[in-house]
């Protein structure tokens, strides 16, 4: 089993819409969880986290985390087709070591 | 606030020879991380350093290492180099507390194995 882990997508969604992006993690000791973006050919940009079970909002942008179930989510409202990228969630382990899932490709129709 | 700067951003090297990858943390940040991200695949786990010292390695050959240096700048090195080794080399840096804020990427190294 995959340390982290999220659908390949690609997710299609119509501009303005809301975007949902999941991931589920096996480490039931992870405690905090970071949600990056990657535009093609560019690095990684930390654009949420999130380390307490419930919902987190920044903007268009909503983490929610349930560790019972080990899943968390990110939500991305009126999506736009600058949205358009590869979403790579993320876990903290042991170690300051940060685990990628292998991420989800947004594609934000106009 | 300068970023994570990573040289070069382009490498080109023969199989067998070495590579050396450089990186400077953000301003006030003691933690680098590195990370392979090859064609297709996720980012790979390669190595922590803090204050000088290596904290935490990924499951990669020996001949993937690397130092810090006392301005917290780090360098990785790939010896022996395989054609499988042409990815895009990621560095990170973190601040103290870093299970609240996560890493800072640099633009990443280039290298291509001929």
């Known amino acids: 089993q995959k340390e982290v882990e999220q659908n390949s997508g690609p997710l299609s969604v119509p501009e303005g819409a809301i975007a949902s992006l999941n991931c589920t993690y096996s480490d039931r000791g992870s405690q905090s969880f970071f949600w990056y973006r990657q535009y093609s050919g560019k690095s990684p940009e930390l654009i949420m986290f999130?380390?307490?079970?419930g919902d987190k909002e920044d903007g268009r942008f909503t983490a929610q985390l349930n560790k019972a179930s080990q899943y968390v989510s990110l939500l991305i409202r009126d999506s736009q087709p600058s949205d358009s990228a590869t979403y790579l969630c993320a876990v903290m382990l042991y170690g300051n070591k940060l685990v990628f899932g292998a991420g989800t490709i947004l594609r934000v129709k106009s | 606030e300068a970023g994570v700067t990573q040289s070069p951003t382009h490498l080109i090297k023969t199989r067998g020879q070495q590579a050396t990858l450089r990186c400077s943390p953000i301003?006030?940040?003691?933690?680098v991380y590195w990370y392979q991200q090859a064609l297709g695949l996720g980012l790979q786990f390669l190595l922590w350093?803090?204050?000088?010292?290596?904290?935490n390695r990924g499951n990669f050959p020996p001949r993937f290492s690397g130092r810090q240096f006392p301005n917290y700048s780090s360098e990785l090195n790939v010896n022996a180099l395989e054609l499988e080794d042409s990815a895009l080399y990621l560095c990170?840096?973190?601040?103290?507390?870093?299970?609240?804020?996560?890493?800072?990427f640099g633009s990443g190294t280039r290298l291509t194995v001929v």
């Open positions: 301003s006030g940040h003691t933690s």
């Open positions: 999130i380390y307490s079970n």
């Open positions: 350093y803090d204050e000088g010292e290596e904290r």
């Open positions: 990170a840096s973190s601040r103290y507390g870093v299970e609240n804020y996560g890493y800072t």
